[in-house]
């Protein structure tokens, strides 16, 4: 998409939204050529529209804004604030954190986020591994390696963001997800084999049947856009990689979504299109829905995720729940019967929340 | 796991060693398990002969040259005779670009050719005639910058190819691609170039010639009168059209691509090598010295490329990457038009007509029309449809091509400048033009099919 013809200046082009500032930034979604302030309005006329198209919020709600302290977060933080006072959303906000425990990352990132807490006036909460499982992901990548590490965190994470939830009673999660992110996420599904996940992926709105829902305002976001608009609005946020992450399978998905944007900025739009338009049947699609017996969170085996992670750790196993299951479920229902049901002194529950 | 060998086990050899030492006694790399013996390397499936290469599980399945073959050819006949892809009345037509991929669906569609003719021969009665076969070659020289020898040489030793693979005898067509304007060559060598620079896009480029390619390939099979297209399409290109169509926005189209069978055309047209990986044929054509003939291309910039390379990435770090993103691309729906059709020709033996019916994939429940995009023949998904219902307010022809075409299309192809989009239009072969004419009343043949023995007259007149 170009911008329509201009009559050639030799002097500064002219914001071709406007037409009256001078354009200082080249919009990487579409390419035009515009001025700061256009940019902040079609980026955020862009998420207010998002919210109301697909009737993300109603008014009353309470919601809470995942927050990492990272730049997706913490735009989100913001636009949502903004956009609750500007449209009259009647939304209550606050902000909702998961400390993993990693040195040298996480704790720096709250930092951030606890002046995010003073600057937007949002209350915060945060929520801990420690507390949560007894273990903080040094402990666990110290025992399990460098391979499967982000396995670990992913499950636990989505746990404590659904208990952190729960304490504050919101009615829903508002994560950063960007349109790169999702992207990323519909091409390891079609790598990896995943068919039901991919069916599901693309869904702006989660977990409607589950405990808490939770949604993607920036579904359809760039990531650069929302570092641009992080970077000229000058908002306060924490800007380094994971320390654990760059054994991730994502990173080839990554580098070759980054190349594609620069030949075809509207090609990871396209890929959430595709995502959306797959052809599949209804009857692949979602596996049945139980409660885990040791927690009570939401799960499709008898034990949820992160209580077979958990197992796993606390008995010293780090593969279990790792690859595929031969019966993982089984294997653990069987020591514990064995067991007299004892479990070791360190393990803590997964919580004793009611879902 | 490994998709395609489903007899290899580890070995622990390495298979330098086993093809180079072979006078020497081979070391071998830890132990192995299973019964086979520490010294020596053999084929994992006849357990008798010298293993050669391997199988798409990297250095674990070690088959003879042999049983490599065999495995091979096992996985084209079972495509052929599961999705009843050739018949004994059928004349079907190898499209050859003189890759290994073509190379190796023509030599194995000779085979089984070969057998059928020895069969008929041996036969008292002669009731099942042989399937007839011809030989497609696009020439696209008038496009790229090849030297004319080079596309002469090219032509040269694609005619002796395709003479060696006789008896019975084949026929070969070279199909300049301008042919498809049906008017002689010089003013179609301008048209067509003058269609291709008219898309600005390098990837929309690319793939307009792509769908010429399909367009002449139709052309010579129906005036011809053959029944089959048969394409060498490999697992590696499927893999790499299910990413690059992903990424170009096709996700609701894609399923049609990747079938064993595709009858939205004229002619169908039918994948017997989806199974088989292009390591795989390659190591076909060197170990049997089939002939390949392969015109280089400069760098592609394109998104096609770029998909290409995104592909053997992930194939280095895991070899069996391209059939799972295979395998996860066939658990979308396919459409209806991807089987055979049934067959309503009485001269068919009913035998034959039993077992193709039997074979074929069941339609799904709802047998919806589905509408095409003009230039790249795609199912279009309905709930696209508002912009084209706003288009065709105008009367313009070009507008009624552009709001018919499918949104990739409308993006990568058609150019967007009305008097620029006229042009473009103006410059399309003739079929694509009927295509998008008829396209939006969409595809009564299947419905008709159902009912066809309860129709009476022959001269229907058609909606």
């Known amino acids: 998409m170009e911008a329509d013809a201009k009559p050639k200046k030799s002097g500064p082009r002219l914001c071709c939204i406007c037409n009256q500032r001078r354009a200082v930034l080249k919009r990487p979604k579409t390419l035009e050529q515009i001025c700061r302030e256009c940019f902040y309005e079609v980026f955020e006329e862009e998420i207010h529209q998002v919210i109301v198209e697909n009737q993300l919020f109603k008014p009353g709600d309470r919601i809470a804004i995942g927050a990492s302290g990272g730049k997706d977060s913490t735009v989100l933080a913001y636009v949502l604030s903004e956009l609750n006072r500007r449209h009259n959303y009647g939304l209550d906000l606050f902000l909702l954190s998961v400390d993993e425990g990693i040195t040298g990352y996480r704790d720096d990132s709250l930092e951030t986020v606890k002046r995010n807490e003073l600057q937007y006036g949002l209350p915060l909460k945060i929520v801990s591994y420690k507390d949560l499982y007894g273990w903080t992901m040094d402990e666990i990548v110290k025992m399990i390696g460098l391979k499967n590490n982000c396995t670990f965190c992913g499950v636990f994470r989505r746990q404590a963001l659904d208990r952190g939830a729960a304490l504050l009673k919101v009615d829903k999660v508002a994560t950063g997800h960007n349109a790169d992110d999702i992207a990323e996420t519909v091409l390891l599904n079609i790598l990896r084999g995943d068919i039901a996940r991919l069916s599901r992926c693309t ?44 054994n991730a399978y994502r990173g080839f998905a990554r580098e070759f979504i980054k190349d594609l944007e620069r030949i075809r900025p509207r ?28 927690c009570g969170y939401i799960s499709s085996q008898k034990w949820c995720k992160a209580c077979v992670l958990l197992e796993g750790l606390n008995r010293g196993l780090p593969k279990l729940g790792i690859g595929r299951s031969r019966g993982l479920n089984n294997d653990i229902k069987k020591d514990t019967k064995q067991g007299g049901g004892t479990k070791s002194i360190e393990s803590k529950q997964c919580g004793s929340l009611d879902f | 796991m490994a998709c395609n060998s489903a007899t290899c086990n580890s070995s622990g050899c390495y298979k330098e060693y086993e093809v180079e030492e072979e006078q020497r006694q081979p070391t071998t790399r830890g132990g192995i398990n299973g019964s086979a013996t520490t010294h020596q390397n053999l084929c994992v499936k006849c357990k008798s002969n010298e293993p050669v290469c391997c199988g798409i599980g990297g250095d674990d399945a070690r088959f003879c040259k042999d049983c490599f073959k065999t495995n091979l050819y096992g996985k084209f006949k079972q495509a052929v005779s599961y999705n009843a892809m050739i018949t004994p009345s059928d004349k079907v037509l190898v499209a050859f670009s003189g890759g290994p991929s073509s190379r190796v669906v023509l030599q194995f569609v000779h085979e089984i050719q070969c057998r059928a003719q020895t069969n008929f021969d041996a036969s008292k009665d002669r009731s099942l005639p042989v399937f007839g076969v011809g030989v497609a070659f696009i020439d696209e020289s008038s496009i790229h910058s090849f030297a004319s020898q080079d596309a002469e040489k090219a032509i040269e030793d694609i005619r002796s190819i395709v003479s060696n693979l006789a008896p019975p005898e084949k026929e070969l067509y070279v199909v300049p691609i301008e042919n498809i304007f049906s008017s002689d060559n010089i003013d179609g060598k301008e048209r067509m170039k003058k269609l291709l620079d008219a898309v600005s896009d390098v990837t929309g480029k690319e793939d307009l010639l792509i769908h010429l390619r399909m367009l002449s390939l139709q052309r010579v099979a129906s ?20 990413i690059s169509a992903t990424v170009k926005g096709q996700g609701y189209s894609l399923s049609a691509d990747i079938q064993y069978v595709d009858s939205r055309w004229q002619v169908p047209v039918v994948l017997p090598l989806r199974d088989c990986p292009a390591q795989e044929l390659n190591t076909l054509c060197s170990l049997d010295g089939l002939k390949i003939v392969e015109l280089l291309n400069g760098p592609c910039s394109s998104i096609n490329g770029l998909v290409s390379s995104f592909v053997k990435v992930l194939q280095e770090e895991n070899p069996s990457r391209e059939c799972t ?10 459409f209806h038009f991807n089987r055979i059709p049934d067959i309503h020709d009485s001269s068919v033996p009913l035998a034959t007509r039993r077992r193709q019916k039997r074979h074929s994939i069941k339609p799904n429940g709802s047998l919806s029309s589905e509408s095409f995009c003009p230039i790249c023949n795609s199912p279009l998904n309905k709930s696209n449809f508002s912009s084209s219902l706003r288009s065709l307010q105008s009367n313009e022809n070009s507008d009624i091509f552009a709001a018919a075409a499918c949104s990739s299309c409308q993006f990568q192809i058609i150019p967007k400048e009305p008097s620029l989009m006229e042009q473009f239009v103006s410059l399309l072969p003739q079929p694509l033009i009927t295509r998008a004419k008829h396209g939006d009343r969409g595809d009564f043949s299947l419905l008709r099919e159902q009912i066809q023995e309860f129709l009476l007259s022959d001269g229907e007149d058609e909606i």
């Open chain 2, 223 to 242: 005036q011809n009168r053959y029944t089959r297209v048969v394409l060498g399409s490999c697992t590696s290109r499927i893999a790499c059209h299910v």
């Open chain 1, 267 to 294: 090609a990871i739009l396209d890929i959430i299109t595709s995502g959306e338009n797959f052809r599949i049947s209804t009857s692949t699609k979602m596996p049945e829905q139980g409660t885990c017996e040791r």
């Open chain 1, 203 to 246: 869904s702006i709105t989660t977990g409607e049947d589950g405990p808490i829902p939770r949604c993607k305002p920036f579904k359809y976001t760039y990531e650069k856009e929302i570092v641009m608009y992080a970077y000229f609005k000058k908002l306060d946020y924490f800007s380094t990689e994971c320390i654990y992450s760059p």
């Open chain 2, 325 to 334: 993103i295979v395998r996860t691309a066939g658990k979308l729906t396919p």
